[in-house]
């Protein structure tokens, strides 16, 4: 009798990296949600380190990209997350950066992630140029709109202020905008900590940058359902 070979079996583990979901949604309570216009639809937060590639210092505007790509993949079948190299090289690709632009510490503001949601998913970005913080108040409305269209979410860059940020929502009535923001480099299992340390928040327009230009860019991919989570 043939004595029974053990199996041998290789197991291929993909490397995934496992982010938390719709972080925003603990700050979304009830009947209090009316007054506000959201983000719709699932999002996974990135966030410096998230990958293992420590970032810390350069990375925001590449995280909160791939925030945003997180979203539009939801929407739409296509190419996963580009990682922050393939990010580069799509910058090269498209002739905006030198070679020397991959494996760099450059950073990357609104007009790289435009560029980069037409390069992967064919998503035009739309460009809102805010010339200085104590003016974000006259564009309210028109992001309030842009969260009832299409409810993607929105990448923030600036001049002075250049901590790049994801925009989640407006509330007109407490005149201010719930912002995620990448530069946490914590563990991915902690939305109470996220919560409570403010990483995601709603932030009264009084504090941006006065006198910081920003640049904001809304990706035109309109989410599929078109209802709010109340
Ligand atoms: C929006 O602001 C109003 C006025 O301050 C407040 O009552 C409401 O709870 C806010 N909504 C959210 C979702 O924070
Ligand atoms: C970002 O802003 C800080 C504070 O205003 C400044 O010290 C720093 O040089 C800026 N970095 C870049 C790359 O512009
Ligand atoms: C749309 O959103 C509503 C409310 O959050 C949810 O109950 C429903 O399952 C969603 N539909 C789809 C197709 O995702």
Redesign the pocket.
Known sequence: MIPKQPKLRIIVLSVAIMLLTNVHENLLQNEKYKSAAVVRGNYQYYHYCCDGVDDRGWGCGYRTLQTVCSWIQHQISGQDVPKLREIQQALVAMGDKPDSFVGSKQ?IGSLEVAMCLDYFYDVPGKILHISNGASIGDYLEQLEEHFHTNGSPIMMGG?????SKGIFGVNRSSMSLLVLDPHYSGKNNQVNQLLKEGWVQWKPLTSFHGKSFYNLCLPQLQAKNKSQKV
């Open positions: 950073w001049d002075d202020d250049n901590s």
